[in-house]
Each structure stands twice: as C-alpha cells, then as structure tokens.
C-alpha cells in the first residue's frame, strides 16, 4: 500500500512559478512509476507528467512541455514538479499518482494510488 500527500499548490501570476511534491509512504514507493494529471473545473482528469522508477524516463503531454519539470528523489520517497511559465488554462487540480510497475503509463486507469491533490491558479 502506498500513500501520497501533495503540497506546494497556490496562486500565482501568468509567467510565475511554482514547485509541487508528493510525499509517499509505503515501501513500494522506489520500486514504481510516478506521474502527474490535473483536472479542471467541468474537464476530465488529464495526465501532465511521467517519471520511472530510476528516474531515467521522463514523459510529458504536449501542453506542459518545455515548461514543466518532473523529478523524484527516492531517498526522500518525494516527487516533484517544478512549473515555470505557468498560465492561466494551467489551473486546476493537480493529484500525485503512483503504480508498482517500473515503467511508466500514461493513462489514469494505470496508476493504482492517488493523492487528495493540490489546488493551482494561474490568475491572468
């Protein structure tokens, strides 16, 4: 079992930017992919970012990338996301996802643990 608490969320300006973690617990934890999605008010969840359990492979949707950076440390059993040029259609919230397989999905339905999330707004 694993469990995942973001922070980092907030309210930031067009062009500003802010850094996420997701703590997770649970002795899984390094031995599994880790992504990002978001959903905003009245959309599905979509995915944002991936990273692999070594951290070598790193995935992106095309709206986020060149802008956003994810990261895991696995001796602090945290990944980041690092959001730089952040706008104002990159509201919404944002859910830490973690599987035991080592290579990384892209779907929602790949990803067995979920966090509660973390609001962002991007004010224009």
């Known amino acids: 079992q694993v469990q995942l608490v973001e922070s980092g969320g907030g309210l930031v300006q067009t062009g500003g930017s802010l850094r996420l973690s997701c703590a997770a617990s649970g002795r899984t934890f390094s031995s599994g992919a880790m992504a990002w999605f978001r959903q905003a008010p009245g959309k599905e969840r979509e995915f944002v970012a991936a990273i692999s359990w070594s951290g070598s492979n790193t995935y992106y949707a095309d709206s986020v990338k060149g802008r956003f950076t994810i990261s895991r440390d696995n001796g602090k059993n945290t990944v980041y996301l690092q959001m730089n040029s952040l706008k104002p259609e990159d509201t919404a919230v944002y859910y830490c996802?973690?599987?035991?397989?080592?290579?990384?999905?892209?779907?929602?339905?790949?990803?067995?643990?979920w966090g509660q999330g973390t609001q962002v707004t991007v004010s224009s």
């Open positions: 996802a973690a599987r035991k397989q080592l290579g990384v999905g892209l779907r929602r339905d790949e990803y067995a643990y």
